[in-house]
């Protein structure tokens, strides 16, 4: 069964560093999602790619995260610097996109970061 | 703008005993609905969701949800609880035509044996 992949699955930083996320979508999937999940809240939309464009960026603190999907297929998410607010668990997911409808986000494991 | 709100962030029943999961949702224009459970350090599953027609949807695992307008609820509930059903549960909203999907705050579903 196809899945969607994240690495590193666990970061530790120390505030100030730089860290970076990976995501491959499942083949096939035009549209890519980062979301931000905070302990005992639900996940945040971050970014949002239809293949390699953005479509919603509105959350993304602009100052320090940056995403790509230059290919249109996998994805990098960066912080830099890391500041303590930004432990969190980093979710992947995609789907098969298209306008007008709704399609299955699948997600990923996450990757959970930690900033000391 | 679209919201949901999860009434209980923690839900403890016993085994066999119905699960009762509680959505209300916001939005300007008809949503579509989601059921997503999390397990613990994982990524979200789709349990099941709500786009037109029939109002009450069946998921995975033995859950359903009715989609209710009048109340703008969209609980989730199970006739009898697994322990295998401990986990985190999210209900999440989506407006038509647009692929953002906004989130509630989860419940946690304790099983108790």
């Known amino acids: 069964e196809a899945e969607v992949a994240q690495s590193p699955r666990y970061k530790i930083t120390e505030k100030s560093q730089a860290v970076a996320f990976w995501c491959d979508p499942i083949?096939?999937?035009?549209?890519l999602y980062w979301y931000r999940q905070i302990l005992g809240q639900g996940p945040e939309l971050l970014v949002q790619?239809?293949?390699?464009?953005?479509?919603?960026d509105s959350q993304l603190p602009k100052d320090r995260f940056s995403a790509e999907r230059l290919k249109g297929v996998d994805s990098t998410l960066k912080i830099q610097p890391a500041e303590l607010g930004d432990s969190a668990m980093y979710l992947c997911?995609?789907?098969?996109?298209?306008?007008?409808?709704?399609?299955?986000?699948?997600f990923g494991p996450g990757t959970r970061l930690t900033v000391t | 703008a679209q919201s949901v709100t999860q009434l209980g962030s923690h839900v403890s029943v016993s085994e066999g005993a119905l699960v009762l999961l509680r959505c209300n949702y916001s939005?300007?224009?008809?949503?579509?609905l989601f059921w997503y459970v999390q397990y613990p350090n994982q990524g979200l599953q789709l349990l099941l969701k709500?786009?037109?027609?029939?109002?009450l949807v069946k998921g995975i695992n033995g859950f359903e949800a009715e989609f209710k307008k009048s109340e703008t609820s969209f609980h989730l509930t199970k006739p009898s609880a697994h322990m295998s059903d401990a986990a985190e549960y999210f209900c999440?909203?989506?407006?038509?035509?647009?692929?953002?999907?906004?989130f509630g705050t989860g419940t946690k579903l304790q099983v108790i044996p």
């Open positions: 997911a995609s789907s098969v996109g298209g306008a007008d409808s709704v399609y299955e986000q699948y």
């Open positions: 083949s096939g999937h035009a549209t």
């Open positions: 790619f239809q293949d390699e464009s953005v479509v919603d």
């Open positions: 939005s300007s224009v008809p949503p579509y």
């Open positions: 709500y786009t037109t027609g029939a109002t």
């Open positions: 999440a909203v989506s407006d038509r035509g647009y692929q953002k999907v906004t």
